[in-house]
């Protein structure tokens, strides 16, 4: 991850707190510039005097296929054994469901994905390499929730590790441990984990979720905007807020909100894919013969609409 972010340091991160936490992450370890958002969905900004092509960005936590965009992302996006050591051959594609593999087909497989946010997933990445992150303030609170509470939310981590799926959660966060080369920052976040339990936790959503909502005016309540942008082509004064809220929390320097944008919008289809779909996919990066701009498959293999994706109307 560091090497391709030293190619190309223009990051587009999604509209939530795992994409604000990320952001943060990135550009005070890594030397990255926020130069987009994408709201996960049907949309995208991007600053053009900075990044030509919504294709030239670095995407955090979105999954692009076009060959020459790196993305840094966790969700699962091979069909099959077969379809994933396709994507591993290309190294612009960084997401711990490949180096550790986790695939759509057989369900057991699915079943033990990933299960964290990509903020946690990049954590691990940066103590791989070496970088201190003690600067991070893990334990700064505000209103009785420290910043620690904020970083679970991501991808409902917290929930997520003591809750019936906690067999796999504790697997991938000793994954993490080891992949970080036992890094204390990870550590930490295990061992407040496993200090809680379920009840405590529900609480500290419900908490966090009240507040992004009532005070940030957040449109999701994992943190995330479906429109980030204000008439004048900048951002909303409530997201920035929400923004310099997290980065103050955690002790890590904001980054530039002063950003004129750019809309490009798609369309956002869920659906079940047939063997000729996938096939389609796997070979060519299409649908129905139409590019796919971004694409995770979201739920089991037997599960109905379990493949989401997105097809750009203007690029």
Not at 13 to 18: L, R, T, V, Y
Not at 129 to 158: H, K, P, Q, T, V
Not at 236 to 257: A, E, M, R, T
Not at 280 to 288: A, D, K, Q, R, W
Request: proline letters at 2%; a neutral charge; aromatic letters at 10%.
């Amino acid at each position: 991850m560091i090497e391709k972010l030293k190619q190309n340091n223009k990051i587009i991160i999604n509209s939530d707190i795992d994409g604000v936490i990320s952001g943060l992450l990135l550009t005070n370890f890594c030397n990255c510039e926020v130069v987009g958002f994408s709201n996960s969905a049907d949309r995208v900004w991007l600053d053009t005097s900075k990044c030509n092509s919504i294709y030239d960005g670095v995407y955090i936590d979105m999954y692009v296929p076009n060959k020459s965009t790196i993305t840094i992302d966790q969700h699962i996006v091979a069909i099959n054994n077969e379809h994933l050591e396709k994507i591993k051959i290309n190294n612009n594609k960084i997401n711990p469901n490949i180096y550790n593999p986790r695939f759509l087909s057989p369900t057991n497989s699915y079943i033990k994905k990933y299960p964290f946010g990509t903020c946690h997933f990049i954590i691990s990445m940066l103590c791989k390499n070496g970088i201190n992150l003690s600067s991070i303030c893990l334990n700064n609170s505000s209103d009785e929730l420290m910043f620690i509470d904020y970083l679970l939310r991501a991808d409902d981590a917290m929930n997520t590790s003591i809750s019936r799926y906690k067999i796999n959660a504790q697997e991938w966060w000793n994954w993490l441990l080891e992949y970080s080369n036992k890094s204390e920052t990870i550590k930490s976040l295990t061992s407040y984990l496993y200090s809680i339990d379920i009840e405590h936790a529900t609480k500290i959503k419900t908490k966090i979720t009240e507040r992004l909502i009532n005070q940030f005016k957040c449109e999701r309540p994992d943190g995330g905007f479906i429109q980030i942008m204000n008439e004048n082509g900048r951002l909303k004064q409530n997201l920035i807020d929400y923004i310099l809220f997290i980065s103050d929390l955690s002790n890590l320097k904001c980054f530039d909100l002063n950003i004129s944008f750019k809309e490009f919008r798609g369309v956002h289809i869920r659906t079940k894919l047939s063997k000729d779909q996938q096939d389609e996919l796997m070979n060519h990066n299409s649908v129905n013969g139409e590019k796919v701009f971004s694409y995770a498959f979201v739920r089991s293999i037997d599960k109905a609409e379990n493949f989401s994706y997105t097809v750009m109307v203007n690029q």
